[in-house]
């Protein structure tokens, strides 16, 4: 009695070979409070078939949502189809590749009861590898301080700056109510990048809470979207429209956070100026290919500081 309905949102695609243990790490949660929505981007292999059969074996507890026609509309308007048909009070999302711990949904309930004023909660996840077997799991770095509720709009230019830092979307509860108010995901985002848009949004306004520990693992494979998107060459370019999308959105929302459109122009220079991006590139790969990846990064950022970007940055007026 008294405990919220949780929203659960599995967007899928061709996903037989996982989307049976993501259901099955929703079936074993420790809090019993939910519904669960599965929604079918237009698959075209067996995973379709595996959804209904788990609709049909759970009736009042699971639902079968596709586009019309069985379209393919991509992520955004997938998880906005699962928005529109859920109910609860809190809602969260499980990529049909990945999985949760049993304790997930009842541990960020209690955060979300135990801080009333914020409007999403998250933790680290793990960048699990280890489901293969020559595989190694990797614990996310949140790039903040855990146990801390964070006030608007101090988290969104840790993501910008780190993105290895931005939760996963496994990772992630929300209140209803702040994805009203942002308008859910927006839909000019078919592939990459809606989860951030919809976190930039939500920061910009809300505060969240950052938790400790890790309740979700974001499973490592060459068939999913990233790992397809990065081999045909295409996150830059997903990368480079986030950007601009942002920039627009700031602009129209006259937000004039200083270290938010510091971090946006540091973000943007290396597409501004690609000659210098891919010099810097070829110089950090021959005399820093030995440091880890974030150590590159912040090398690159600090010369670029130095000698590329401008010491001070035009914020839009309100």
């Known amino acids: 009695m008294g405990k919220p309905l949780v929203s659960v949102i599995t967007i899928f695609r061709n996903a037989q070979r996982f989307i049976e243990e993501a259901v099955d790490s929703v079936l074993s949660q420790t809090y019993a409070n939910w519904e669960f929505l599965l929604v079918d981007d237009g698959s075209t292999d067996n995973s379709t078939q595996v959804a209904l059969q ?68 998250y933790e680290a996840t793990v960048f699990w590898g280890s489901w293969q077997e020559d595989g190694q799991d990797i614990d996310q770095d949140l790039g903040v301080q855990p146990n801390l509720s964070v006030g608007p709009p101090n988290l969104l230019p840790v993501f910008l700056t780190d993105e290895d830092a931005t939760p996963a979307t496994c990772s992630v509860m929300f209140r209803r109510a702040a994805l009203e108010q942002a308008g859910g995901f927006d839909e000019s985002f078919a592939g990459m990048y809606e989860d951030q848009a919809l976190y930039a949004k939500i920061c910009l306004e809300d505060s969240v809470f950052v938790a400790e520990g890790f309740l979700s693992k974001y499973r490592k494979h060459s068939d999913s979207l990233c790992s397809i998107m990065e081999k045909d060459g295409q ?11 942002l920039a627009d959105y700031l602009t129209q929302r006259r937000i004039t956070d200083v270290n938010v459109w510091r971090a946006l122009e540091t973000q943007m220079w290396p597409y501004r100026h690609p000659f210098l991006k891919r010099t810097l590139g070829t110089l950090l790969h021959l005399f820093g290919h030995n440091l880890p990846a974030k150590t590159r990064r912040h090398v690159g950022l600090r010369i670029l500081r130095k000698f590329g970007l401008p010491a001070s940055i035009t914020v839009p007026e309100p």
């Open 54 to 121: 788990y609709a049909a074996r759970y009736p009042a507890k699971l639902h079968y949502l596709e586009h019309r026609s069985h379209e393919n509309r991509g992520t955004a308007s997938s998880r906005n189809l699962g928005l529109r048909h859920s109910k609860g009070e809190l809602v969260a999302f499980l990529d049909a590749d990945d999985v949760w711990l049993p304790e997930k949904l009842e541990r960020q309930v209690a955060m979300m009861a135990k801080y009333p004023e914020v409007a999403m909660a």
């Open 235 to 245: 996150c830059a370019r997903a990368r480079q429209l986030f950007l601009t999308w």
